[in-house]
């Protein structure tokens, strides 16, 4: 049996087990098709499971993309695919023309709306394809170029809504302009900053953060007044001592309402915790150097005491540094026997998973022979 | 009766507790089911390896070492290892 087989039954196992006691608990049976459903994902994102165990809605995501994509890069599977930018804002038919550069190109355009041919329906039913066939971005081949495309303006209505003014506008202008106008527009994000900005005549952008708002509401105030007839000096020393009064209080609220907490290592019990294993049958390399640096100290008792102190002081730092990292070796298994001969160690270990150059390895039985 | 939870730390442990750590923080299960699951976590692991897995393992590490550290990763560099997998 394979690791990747003994690892999918111990899941099914598991979730076995536990599907009656949790029903009688009263807990839904989709609450543990979503832990073993996240469970297995997890898993094949290791590496520790090779293949996804069957599971009808999960083949069709292998199926490999249709003939006439071949120029497209091969595309991960669509359920285990991370979010990219066609996914997070699904380009619609009409999004298209925004990545037409210059007017002359017309294939990518075409692409999307060609009647696709036979090879599609093969793979219609899965709703991640669709979201592929949309990416296939690169494909150069020539067709007719049809009516539609001369809807332009139409098409890109939906992207660029903020243009609908100037559309009206250049609606009996030639392609240029709206070249032109792609060329900003594919800055992404971006482009609906610029065009804030801009958008405004005259150039006052009204302030968004609230730093100013209580002295602005003061000089509206201080404008008012101004039209009551104060007289000049009076208004400057109110309003200095509102804004001061102010400005106080600003200061105020910020500096309470801020509380940081303290995240740097006043607790570390919290690791130790997690260090407390079962003293009696298991062990692990970390417990076999602990039984092993005992051992050793009592030897050099007689020598040199001093260099011992600060053993234990580096074995502490490894227990409390926190997670191990993902690939450090390890060997989790229960031990049978463990002996010493001079500077010769033997050991038995049985019912063991090694985790070593990244990969799992399971083992019945074990026999060490160290020498150190 | 109490399991032995050091599988835990394994891949599959791993994997599993971090699936539960994201249920249970968007409210999805309690702490207490996620608990059971661990424990029948431990279980069935310790099941499987004594009964599915029958391969034998030989370890050796010749390298005399002065420091515990050293020691663990040498463990890996300079050990010979003779892996028998009976199927």
């Known amino acids: 049996m394979t690791t990747s087989t003994v690892y999918v039954n111990v899941v099914e196992d598991v979730v076995k087990k536990l599907r009656d006691q949790f029903r009688s608990e009263g807990v839904d049976d989709s609450v543990l098709t979503e832990v073993q459903e996240l469970w297995e994902l997890k898993l094949m994102q290791n590496g520790a499971v090779l293949e996804r165990p069957a599971n009808p809605h999960a083949r069709g995501a292998n199926v490999p993309t249709p003939v006439h994509d071949l120029n497209v890069p091969y595309e991960a599977t669509e359920e285990y695919e991370t979010p990219t930018a066609e996914m997070l804002f699904p380009p619609t038919p009409l999004e298209t023309p925004m990545q037409t550069p210059l007017p002359g190109i017309q294939e990518p355009v075409v692409y999307q709306y060609m009647p696709q041919g036979p090879s599609d329906y093969t793979t219609v039913p899965e709703p991640g394809v669709a979201g592929e066939m949309k990416l296939g971005r690169p494909a150069p081949y020539m067709q007719q170029p049809s009516a539609w495309m001369n809807q332009r303006p139409l098409g890109v209505d939906v992207n660029i809504a903020y243009e609908e003014g100037r559309d009206e506008d250049d609606a009996g202008i030639s392609q240029p302009p709206m070249t032109k106008d792609f060329f900003t527009l594919s800055a992404g994000k971006r482009k609906r900053e610029d065009f804030n900005s801009s958008y405004i005549p005259g150039g006052y952008i009204p302030q968004q953060d609230g730093a100013g708002d209580f002295i602005s509401e003061i000089v509206q105030e201080n404008e008012i007044h101004l039209d009551t007839g104060l007289s000049n000096e009076r208004l400057k020393a109110q309003t200095r001592n509102k804004a001061d009064l102010v400005i106080d209080s600003i200061i105020k609220s910020k500096c309470t309402s801020q509380k940081i907490s303290q995240v740097d290592g006043t607790d570390e019990n919290a690791d130790d915790a997690n260090e407390n294993y079962n003293a009696s049958a298991d062990q692990d390399p970390l417990d076999i150097n602990d039984a092993l640096k005992e051992v050793k100290a009592e030897a050099n008792d007689d020598d040199e005491p001093p260099l011992n102190e600060d053993d234990d002081d580096e074995i502490d730092e490894l227990d409390q540094g926190g997670e191990e990292p993902s690939t450090s070796h390890l060997v989790l298994a229960q031990f049978e026997k463990v002996t010493r001969t001079k500077s010769k160690w033997k050991c038995t270990l049985k019912d063991g998973i090694m985790h070593l150059n990244n990969k799992d390895i399971l083992f019945a039985k074990a026999n060490g022979e160290f020498e150190f | ?87």
């Not at chain 2, 050091?6 to 599959?12: A, F, G, Q």
């Open chain 2, 1 to 87: 009766m109490a399991t032995f939870e050091l599988y835990r730390r394994s891949t599959i442990g791993m994997c599993l507790t971090e699936t539960l750590d994201e249920l249970v923080s968007n409210g999805t299960l309690t702490p207490e089911h996620a608990i059971q699951v661990l424990v029948q976590f431990d279980k069935s692991m310790a099941e499987a390896l004594e009964t599915h897995v029958k391969s034998k393992v030989t370890i050796k590490c010749l390298k005399s070492l002065h420091s515990n550290i050293l020691w663990l990763r040498s463990y890996l560099k300079d050990g010979t290892f003779a892996h028998l997998q009976i199927l």
